[in-house]
């Protein structure tokens, strides 16, 4: 007796919908997505208790004639692809003729649908897979097509259905995409009455992106375009403080079609290299239009993951174009707001008021304009000014002048703020130092010799496209570990430490380029002491040492030597740097001396900068800040954290109420 026997088609189609219909949001993809083929510029949906209740999608695409009503519900019955040859050029977003069929085997299907303008069109009713009704019906252009009591005869599956706040998420995430991908067609999302999206239909994708994420994360956003022989991009990405902690902010859509491919998205992240902080991703929404044949869609249930015939080029295409888009721009970003209703704590400040001579106010109550800031542009120690320096006048007329807008008055009045370039060499005591812009060695210099000095000129040579880094003069040093600068549009605080951080990567990832030129041996090799288990590890991996300039020899049992090392390694963190190598090493399961060389920068670079809470002094100060704007990437340090935040000087202004 047989045991194999087919199944009858309604089971079949039952099965089918377990691939292509996983949760309501699954619905209305397929829906949409159909809307979109028939050429509908506009799509309203409609949910009810997260899509469980009732889902309704409403298009004035092509429609359907009434003679394919009933056979559209036909599994693998579809109007995209006729033979073998076309699956290899699909330009649809649907074509396998798989979700009708699936979504009516497990709901109450309504369509009513007319591919004329005369008002008459054709009504079809499913139940649980089993036709109800096929008759004509009042229709106008378009598709209406409506889902009720999802999963209603499945009740394992509506079991392991989520809240109604979860599904409601996925929907509200599947409809982002489609609103993402195709900017030309107006999207209307309602839950129980609420509009929860409504985009324009006007093409503008940085409309849509502010229909979605806000206008302010809009107003931030980057355009990038670029174009070859097989792809073409165009989109638009964020800036580094605009970040989210997850992937779900990336959309890569390939000829109109949201997909998720992980090798994308690595070129994305990599475009984005040392500029967002760990666990930090962007958000990027990003169009690519290639020939189909350059992409196989048809190898995921859902159609999300494709595969590429040329994955390598287009990622490396990718990666470059955002990062050209990245580097010419300038990545400061301006200083928080604080959050409105939001109460800060107020501290009294303590000022001493300090009386002048008599002469000294006679003087002051004659004049009718502010006096001179107190505070010397140049100090030989920054951080070392006490507040017996800060004078206060108490003549009544002077505060009562300073009620006219200061900006106003003094504007036109004052002279340019002069910039580190402008200002020339710095001088101290008749001494000049030509050498503070000329990047030669430091060494040829008595002024410049000293270790901080030496540490602050360790820089590459300056790149001959380096984006644009603003012209800055020096004011101060906060806390030992904030620079405070200005120029004409407003003031800059600067991180000493992730500044000269930045400085040191791109010194000692050029240097790790050649390092097997700058090793030296060690009259005393430094020994390192490993497990069992990390022992052969480290012993397959010797020569990934070699290649970083490290000669590491096994002595026996679970004890390495280290007999040779660069030069240029910071001075007593040798022995502590190749630990934290051969550590890295052990972590990761996959090594090549790319990643080696970077992650050998970074470490290098954190123990070679000068730390916070160190003072610093003027020379040394505009010395690292000329050696920052020298960098091809001074925005942000090596672990993406950033460098320099800004004050426009419209937001002091309106700090202090002098713009309303």
Known sequence: MSRIHVLDEHIANQIAAGEVVERPASVIKELVENAIDAGSTRVDVTVEEGGLQMIRVTDNGLGINAEDCERAFYRHATSKIANGRDLFQIRSLGFRGEALPSIAAVSKVECTSSSEDSGLGRRIVIEGGTLKMNGDANASRGTDFTVKELFYNTPARLKYMKTIQTELGHISDTMHRMALAHPQIAFTLRHNGNMLLQSLGNGDLLQVIAAIYGTSVAKSMIPVEGEQLDYRLTGYICKPEQTRSNRNAISTVVNGRFIRNYALNQ??????????????????????????????????????????????????????????????????????????????????????????????????????????????????????????????????????????????????????????????????????????????????????????????????????????????????????????????????????????????????????????????????????????????????????????????????????????????????????????????????????????????????????????????????????????????????????????????????????????
């Open 267 to 660: 070129a994305i992240q990599q475009a984005y290299h040392t500029l967002l902080p760990i666990n930090r991703y962007p958000l990027v929404v990003l169009h690519l239009e290639m020939h189909p044949t350059l992409v196989d869609v048809n190898v995921h249930p859902a159609k999300l993951e494709v595969r590429f015939s040329k994955e390598a080029e287009l990622c490396q295409f990718v990666q470059h174009t955002l990062g050209q888009a990245l580097q010419d721009q300038v990545l400061i970003p301006a200083a928080a707001k604080p959050k409105s209703g939001e109460k800060s704590a107020y501290i009294q400040e303590q000022l001493q008021f300090v009386r002048r001579d008599t002469g000294m106010q006679a003087e002051a109550s004659s004049q009718s304009t502010l006096p001179p800031s107190p505070f010397p542009v140049h100090s030989e120690d920054l951080g070392s000014r006490s507040a017996a320096q800060v004078r206060v006048s108490t003549g009544m007329p002077e505060v009562e002048s300073d009620r006219t807008p200061f900006y106003a008055d003094r504007r036109s009045q004052q002279e340019p703020i002069p910039t580190l370039r402008e200002r020339g060499p710095y001088t101290s005591g008749g001494n000049s130092n030509p050498r503070l812009y000329a990047g030669a060695n430091p060494g040829a210099s008595n002024k410049l010799s000293s270790p901080m000095m030496e540490q602050l000129y360790q820089v590459p040579e300056a790149s001959t496209s380096l984006p644009a880094f603003p012209e800055l003069s020096m004011i101060g040093q906060m806390h030992g570990t904030y620079l405070i600068a200005q120029n004409d549009t407003g003031l800059y605080l600067i991180d000493q430490h992730a500044a000269h951080e930045r400085i040191n990567y791109e010194f000692y990832y050029e240097k790790f380029g050649n390092p097997a030129a700058a090793s030296q041996e060690l009259l005393l090799p430094i020994t390192l002491e490993f497990t069992p288990t990390e022992s052969e590890i480290i012993k397959a991996r010797i020569p990934l040492f070699e290649q970083a300039g490290v000669l590491l020899e096994h002595f026996g049992g679970q004890t390495f030597l280290v007999r040779a090392y660069p030069h240029w390694f910071p001075e007593g963190e040798a022995e502590s740097l190749i630990q934290e190598m051969s550590d890295w090493v052990l972590q990761e399961k996959s090594v090549d001396i790319a990643k080696l060389r970077e992650k050998s920068a970074i470490m290098c670079s954190c123990k070679a900068s000068i730390k916070a809470n160190q003072k610093l002094t003027t020379l040394e100060a505009e010395v690292l800040i000329e050696r920052l704007a020298a960098c091809k990437q001074p925005y942000t340090c090596p672990h993406g954290r950033p460098i320099v935040v800004s004050f426009s000087t419209y937001e002091l202004e309106k700090m202090f109420k002098r713009v309303m």
